[in-house]
Each structure stands twice: as C-alpha cells, then as structure tokens.
C-alpha cells in the first residue's frame, strides 16, 4: 500500500492507541492487528471470549415496498425465504459469477433490511446495488460512518452478555434481537467468524466506545481479551471460512469456492452471473478452494505459494499460515477439481523446497 495512502479510523482508534495495540494497514482502516499477541488473543477466543473492533466493515439499509425482490435479484441466496428477525450470509457477484462481496444480511420487517459488508468494499458495492436498483420500489442508504461496531466471540460470550443485558431475550444463531444501549438503539446479531458462538453488536459511532469498554470492564474475570486482526484471521482459517480479496475474489466463483449452499437457482429471480453459474453446478467447476494441513516442520503456507502433485501445478495457496490451535501450518487453497481429494497428498513448494501437505475436510477446527 503507498505510503501517503490516507488511511480511515474508526471511532475505536483513542480506545486501540490506550491499550498499546500494534496498528497496521487494512482494506485503506488503520486497524489493531494484536494487543498482547496473536497466539494469546486466539486462544482467549477458542477457550472464554475475545472483543474486536469491526466498525470498518460497511453497513447499509434496504428498504421500501420491493425491498426483497430488488435484493433477491441482486444477491444469490433466497432472501424471500427469511422471517423477520433472521440473518443469511450472502454473495454479491459480477456477470462472469465471480464474488464481487460477500455479506450477512438480516431481514429487519417485511420492507426493511440491513447489510453487513466487506470493509474495503463498501464503495463498489453501494455503487452496485445502486446501478441495479432502477426497476424496483427501494432505496439504498449507506449508514456506515455513522455506525460503530464490536464483535464479542467466544464459549463465553453469551454469559457475557446475559451479565450485561440479562434482561433481554438472547437472539438465537442467526438471528438479530434490537435493544438499547444509553439510550441509543442497539443491534445485536448472534452471528461471527471465528468458529466460535458469538455476537456482533451495532450501535451509534457515537457510544461504541462506551460499549467497548463496558464489555471489557465487566468481563475481565470471564478470561476476555481485546482481540486483533491477526488472531481472527487464524480463527477463521481454521474455521475454513473464505476470507473476500483472498479466497473469494471477481475471478472466483461461489461454486469453485464451496459455497453452493447460499446459492439458490430454484428461486425465479435471475442474479447477475446466473447463467455462468448454473453450468458450473451442471458441469462441475474446474477448480475447487480446499483446506489443507502441512504434515512437516517448516517455513509457514503463504498466499501464492503453489501447489503440486508429483511434477505437475496443480494451483496455489489463496491463505496459508499456522494454526495456534492444531500448532500446524494450515491454508485453503484453489486447485485443480480432479485433485481435490480429502485425504490426497500434495506439496507446497515453499523456498523452492516441496513441503508435503495433506488435503483435509473443512473446517479445520470446530468446537464439539
């Protein structure tokens, strides 16, 4: 990224620089990629709770009569499907069924919805929906630099928030319940990215400081920690949960990427990229994004690095790392569909050496 990139703060920045995080460059953020260390962040998440700052990512509201038509038509899963209160992970893609974004979306009434979107995508995605909202009764407002967010994830977070909200009905797993907080509204998902249970929490940008630090206060003796970016890209590779700019991109479609199942082409609604992707699922894709584990001492997997079988490229790594958890490296990658075995050999060429590696069933982790 050049170096006189203006990067955008989000209302957190005084309360990340007081905890003494270490702040890096992200999607054009200035955000914390670890407080105490990633290791210990990750295993605060895997083992009571974890606190991050989310309010990069971008926020918009659908709404009017034809809020739902205009949104099936746009996106691939069946939004005409979910009741009131529900939330539904969903993909925005191109013409040639590529992932433009990937988003959470939660029906809030019958002409009103809210949208959870990729941070450095917010301006191209709002710029997409508006492009194809021509036909139907709705509007698109971007309320994302108003809102601030948190995402509190861990087996602890639910007693977390009993302890700070006990007397409100706990929304159950993909659903969002709407509080208040200091007399602000405040929206509360139970959603996340880490492999774990957890919760997302929406309020004014204005009193997401207030948020942070009363969960933080108030939960110190549950084991929760501020949690960076570094210790939730580890939690969600081992999750196997794609990582957008990564493992999903405008050239990967949701098919090569594993997720048919928010894809929906019994639905009447045609999407862009529908035709390309009805042949993928007819046909089969040529490549497949797979999980993977190495299975010797090494370097750590690293996007880009790639992939062979005996002589032959097969493809590369689109995320690689170590697993704090299963102390290993670990990564997705896209390869050829043949070759997408679980349990096949395959090697990473690393440093110019070949590492064995081993094609595994996704997740990597998941909490029993």
Not at 51 to 80: A, C, E, K, Y
Not at 82 to 101: A, H, K, R, S, T
Not at 306 to 315: A, S, W, Y
Request: glycine share 10%; net charge neutral; proline share 5%.
């Amino acid at each position: 990224m050049p170096s006189t990139q203006v990067l955008n703060h989000t209302p957190l920045q005084k309360a990340h620089q007081k905890l003494g995080a270490r702040m890096v460059a992200f999607g054009g953020w200035h955000m914390p990629v670890q407080y105490e260390g990633i290791i210990k962040e990750h295993h605060a998440v895997r083992s009571d709770a974890g606190l991050f700052d989310i309010s990069h990512m971008g926020n918009f509201i659908v709404s009017g009569p034809q809020s739902g038509d205009f949104l099936d038509s746009v996106l691939t899963n069946h939004v005409g499907k979910l009741e009131i209160g529900e939330g539904q992970y969903n993909l925005m893609l191109n013409e040639e069924g590529g992932v433009i974004d990937d988003l959470i979306l939660y029906c809030i009434d019958i002409n009103t919805y809210y949208l959870v979107v990729n941070a450095a995508k917010i301006s191209e995605d709002l710029d997409w929906l508006q492009t194809h909202l021509e036909r139907y009764d709705a509007t698109v407002t971007d309320v994302s630099s108003s809102t601030g967010a948190v995402a509190l994830q861990g087996p602890r977070s639910e007693e977390i928030i009993r302890r700070l909200f006990g007397g409100n009905e706990i929304p159950t797993r993909n659903h969002i319940a709407f509080w208040k907080f200091e007399g602000q509204d405040l929206a509360i998902a139970r959603t996340g990215y880490t492999g774990e249970d957890g919760f997302e929490c929406f309020v004014p940008s204005s009193h997401i400081t207030s948020l942070w630090n009363l969960i933080l206060q108030k939960s110190r003796d549950l084991g929760c920690k501020p949690c960076g970016l570094g210790a939730r890209d580890t939690l969600r590779l081992e999750a196997g949960l794609p990582l957008n700019g990564n493992d999903l991109s405008p050239s990967i479609s949701p098919i090569e990427a594993g997720l048919k199942i928010f894809v929906n082409i019994q639905k009447e609604h045609n999407f862009p990229g529908r035709p390309i992707i009805e042949n993928q699922i007819k046909l089969g894709p040529t490549r497949k994004l797979v999980a993977f584990s190495v299975t010797a001492k090494g370097a750590p997997p690293r996007p880009h690095y790639e992939i062979f079988i005996k002589k032959d490229r097969v493809g590369e790594i689109t995320s690689g790392g170590v697993s704090p958890t299963l102390e290993k490296g670990i990564g997705l990658a896209l390869i050829e569909a043949k070759e997408a075995v679980i349990g096949r050999e395959i090697f990473i060429e690393i440093r110019g050496k070949k590492v064995p590696a081993k094609i595994e069933k996704k997740p990597l982790y998941r909490r029993n």
